[in-house]
């Protein structure tokens, strides 16, 4: 199976900037996609953005389309999350996942791998 182990979160001032790795292991050729999703206190879990193993193509949500940007190096396993013009909603803990076959890259329930979580604070 994928283990996965994010990287990267941390306090930053809004309109700031940061860069999440979410680093993979195991059985990486099983993933079709890798995603993030956030969780901030007292909500559901959501959808951020996701990308295509194979191919690269790339997926975000409306939330955050324009200031982030997700990326993968195959050779090393990992896939990142560079998230710029950070506001204060985006304040969460960020997960990474990976999708071994297929699903909607949307929904969470699509994905059976995920990472311990790293936690991004972002103030006004």
């Known amino acids: 199976q994928v283990q996965l182990v994010e990287s990267g979160g941390g306090w930053v001032q809004a309109g700031g900037s940061l860069r999440l790795s979410c680093a993979a292991s195991?059985?990486?050729?099983?993933?079709?996609?890798m995603g993030w999703f956030r969780q901030a206190p007292g909500k559901e879990r959501e959808f951020v953005t996701a990308i295509l193993w194979t191919g690269g193509s790339t997926y975000y949500a409306d939330s955050v389309r324009g200031r982030f940007t997700i990326s993968r190096d195959t050779a090393k396993n990992t896939v990142y999350l560079q998230m710029n013009s950070l506001k204060p909603e985006d304040t969460a803990v960020y997960y990474c996942?990976?999708?071994?076959?297929?699903?909607?890259?949307?929904?969470?329930?699509?994905?059976?791998?995920w990472g311990q979580g790293t936690q991004v604070t972002v103030s006004s």
């Open positions: 996942a990976a999708r071994r076959y297929s699903g909607g890259v949307y929904s969470l329930d699509s994905y059976n791998a």
């Open positions: 195991g059985r990486t050729f099983s993933s079709s996609a």
